[in-house]
């Protein structure tokens, strides 16, 4: 089975740099994606990894090392707008379905 | 907006009703994929659709029937729900079932009284 692990909650302050880390267990992994989702609205793609390394996205980075089973998302210059929830998902490869941790609350403050 | 639209955005029906949620995709895809969001738990997938065809169904109850009618609608249809069926409902589509990138529509938000 697939299993994922990130924080439940994670608070900063406008304008710093926050990490939400993300470890699995899976049968088998083709990648690693990070969704958005605003309270009361749909969850967004953020990015994907399919390789080791960093894919940088403006304000938003997206880590992945296969050998650790660990991937993060690097949020710089926070905002305001940046709190909602993220996911991390994994494509474990055969179907394609990704499977889904439970979500990070990241809370920015003023 | 991401191209995916749900209808209704809230839906309170008894345990006796039946209902359906709707869905449409406007982005030419080829697989459309019913979750279930429930509080503190993971997003869980309920049904896969590719070309018109179920391909997934992660033991989901009876009591929640599927219907692909091309590859632009998705429904499901409920029926004789229990209070722990309430939870968020969420659509997606992606280009084809192999694609990393899912499109989520906004959900309809579902309380079984």
């Known amino acids: 089975g697939q299993s994922l692990e990130q924080p439940s909650e994670v608070t900063a302050v406008e304008g710093a740099i926050v990490q939400i880390n993300c470890t699995y267990q899976?049968?088998?992994?083709?990648?690693l994606s990070w969704y958005q989702q605003h309270d009361g609205g749909a969850p967004t793609f953020l990015s994907y990894?399919?390789?080791?390394g960093l894919e940088e996205t403006g304000r938003f980075s997206s880590f992945l090392s296969r050998s650790d089973s660990y991937g993060y998302l690097l949020l710089q210059e926070l905002q305001m707008k940046d709190s909602a929830s993220y996911f991390c998902?994994?494509?474990?490869?055969?179907?394609?379905?990704?499977?889904f941790g439970r979500g990070t609350s990241l809370i920015v403050h003023p | 907006e991401t191209g995916v639209t749900q209808t209704p955005r809230h839906l309170v029906m008894g345990m006796t009703n039946k209902k359906s949620l709707k869905c449409e995709q406007h982005?030419?895809?080829?697989?459309m994929y019913w979750y279930k969001q429930s509080a503190k738990k993971p997003l869980e997938l309920m049904f896969v659709?590719?070309?018109?065809?179920?391909?997934e169904n992660n033991s989901v109850p009876s009591r929640f029937s599927p219907e692909c009618p091309n590859s632009s609608h998705l429904f499901l249809h409920l029926h004789t729900l229990q209070p722990e069926d309430s939870a968020l409902y969420l659509c997606?589509?992606?280009?084809?079932?192999?694609?990393?990138?899912?499109?989520f529509g906004p959900g309809t938000r579902l309380t079984v009284l």
């Open positions: 997606a589509s992606s280009q084809d079932r192999d694609s990393h990138t899912q499109y």
């Open positions: 659709y590719s070309l018109e065809e179920r391909v």
């Open positions: 990894n399919a390789l080791d």
């Open positions: 982005l030419g895809h080829n697989a």
């Open positions: 998902a994994v494509n474990p490869g055969g179907s394609y379905i990704p499977t």
């Open positions: 899976t049968s088998g992994f083709y990648g």
